[in-house]
């Protein structure tokens, strides 16, 4: 199941209609309080060097003041934070979804990883496990 799926589910749980195929998701990376990246599934053809140096940089920037979204062309680089972490979702839009709606989902899924993950009070953080909680928590969405 790709992170578009994810977001898809969720919008039709919070808003009981299914979303429809107005937005792509072309990118989602986790990253650190300091900006590290911990786990991303990304489309080659938008996360290329500079971008995703900038985006890092953007991520340890946001922490210090409440950034959480930009367009640049046809796609909208959505930003939330919870505690300890910055999750980074990038979609191509028409903008005919209302880019709030992904911003709940990933919300959600940021909160579910810092109950699951209580290292994170200690910045221990294991790549592995969260990206086994992402798809433990995709497939309860099912």
Do not use: W
């Amino acid at each position: 199941m790709e992170v578009q799926d994810l977001f898809n589910k969720i919008y039709h749980r919070i808003c009981d209609v299914e979303v429809p195929h107005l937005a792509s998701t072309k990118a989602f990376v986790l990253f650190t309080k300091g900006g590290i990246p911990l786990t991303s599934s990304t489309a080659t053809d938008v996360l290329h060097g500079g971008l995703f140096s900038a985006i890092t940089n953007f991520a340890r920037e946001s922490f210090q003041r409440e950034l959480n979204h930009f367009k640049i062309g046809n796609h909208v680089y959505l930003f939330k934070r919870t505690e300890h972490l910055l999750g980074s979702l990038v979609i191509e839009s028409n903008d005919e979804l209302d880019p709030k709606f992904i911003k709940v989902g990933l919300h959600e899924l940021l909160e579910y990883l810092e109950r699951n993950c209580p290292e994170f009070q200690t910045e221990i953080y294991d790549s592995k496990k969260i990206e086994e909680l992402i798809i433990q928590y995709m497939n309860s969405l099912l």
